[in-house]
């Protein structure tokens, strides 16, 4: 495993220049967009008869239609054609775009400025599924984290930073339209330029027969999506985030208006803290996962989504009637308070959204990875669509924007109590990145000699009842445990060795069929590929020493050959869970929480040259005399 910095690979060719593509591409949308409503906003009476009101909410409706008119079809392209190609084709379409744009604004064309917005609209659909699909294929697994956390950091810095220009650009007299149209023809023709370096992306599915239909390829694309659970269940709680988003951001305006009093340069402080915040917290993620794809920091995001959002509806101060200014606004009592707020739900915003983005890369069929990541967005514009229409309803029902900020929150809790009892592994994962995180910290070494594909066992020493939870906050891959089947039944923690998929197993005395069935299911899981951990000691050490392994590792190798990965396990013995210096509340006082720990991984034994005495050699030395 790499610890080396997620920043490393921004200066590396197989990253760098698809970053400055896509943080150029999310700049020029917002550049464009927010300049059109802002002129729309003051100047639609020398166009149109219609209202402002009218015309801004027909400028969403644009953009967002391209997401379920193509891409279904977009996802197929992404998986038919190598990428680099096509994110050059997307990058001369941008071009296009701009220029119809520029054209609308010079000769102040109603119609071509709302052509080239739904044309916007139509490039950030075939790009999506280019991009969430490049990454599995240009970054190892212990980087997807770091990869995803950059680009969606660099995303929301980018909508900011050109949502801001947008409106400092259209608002200068009298050639602001002029200066809006000439920065987006010269961004698109710089993405256009650096997308030349992209490096090649073969096609997963060069076969692939193209559907044209929208509808019954976004039906297909639903049916094929519902065959992965957990990859179904993921897409489902993006979707659930730009819910969450969307109610979030688009009240922001009337917020500030008619709840803090603010002008529009507090909507923009808003709008800033609130990126700002998912950039942090998208780029947190690696170092907090430790550069691996821990699920477990979304019930943690999920937590502070709501937490936080609870805490705006009770933060949000009575409007004192007057258009404050930034620096007037953070004058007034409460200011501080709401802008931490926001910035803490986007820190969790960041933690809930960059480990569930990398699952769906990690976990879908490589040649369907794009049309994937196309359902993806197909499920979130009807989110944002369902977002919309909520807040529609609270508001005409009588709501007041605090308390549909409380409504979000509540919807959050639910929502996520909802997919993590349907997907127990999030919760599991989570449990154990708090253990780690709370009551240990945890020194890992040789981590890199766990296989990062194929089958294989890891035996370990014995020493807690936590061990397998030391192991699983470590290890890089999913993986079963074989545990005493007393163990496997214990009251309250039986759902998370179910989410593990743990084999319960006891001696030949107690229940010999169990026992059968185990090295069956031992069996099974090995041909299928996966890791499965076993502690060939039988049971807790009772002095801290590590007792003699049993036989039944050869005897699964031996049905079975695939590599032993020897683990010793340093610490534990005298730690808060550890059986060694009496109660609980002694060792506390003691040791004091953070305790640390450490997991030490050898080198694969070959299957022909496994012995249970080697690997208990193996362990003894690696462990050392730090029990």
Partial sequence: MSERSQFDLLKERRFGPFFSVQFLGAFNDNVYKNALVIMLTFQAASMTTMSPGLLVNLCAGLFILPFFLFSATAGQLADKYEKALLTQLVKIFEIVIMVIGALGFYFMHLELLLIALFMMGMHSTMFGPVKYAYLPQHLKKDELVGGNGLIDAGTFIAILLGTILGGVLIGIKPDGAMWVASVAIVVAVAGYLISRSVPLSPAPSPALKINWNPLTETWANFRFLRTNRTVFLSILGISWFWFYGAMFLSQFPNFTKEVLGGSEHVVTLLLAVFSVGIGLGSLLCEKLSGHKIEIGLVPFGSIGLTIFAVDLYFAS??????????????????????????????????????????????????????????????MNALFMVAAAGVAIGGLSMGMTIPQLFLLTAVLNALVAIYIYMLVPEFLMRFLVWLLIHSVYRLEKRGIENIPEEGAAMLVANHVTFIDALVIAAACPRPTRYVMDHRRFNTPLLRFLFDATRSIPIASAKEDPALLEKAYDEIAKGLDKGELICIFPEGSLTKDGNIQTFRPGIQRIIARTPVPVVPIALRGLWDSFFGRQGGALIARVFRLGLFGKIGMTVGAPVPANAVTPAGLQEIVTAMRGDEK
Avoid at 318 to 332: I, S, T
């Fill in 317 to 378: 101060p009575v409007a004192p009637g007057v258009a404050l200014g930034a620096m007037a606004f953070l004058q007034q009592p409460g200011s501080w308070r709401v802008l931490f707020d926001l910035a803490m739900i986007g820190v969790f915003g960041g933690f809930y959204i960059v480990p569930t983005y990398a699952l769906i890369q990690s976990r879908s069929e490589p040649s369907h990875q794009a049309r994937v990541i196309a359902g993806n967005n197909i």
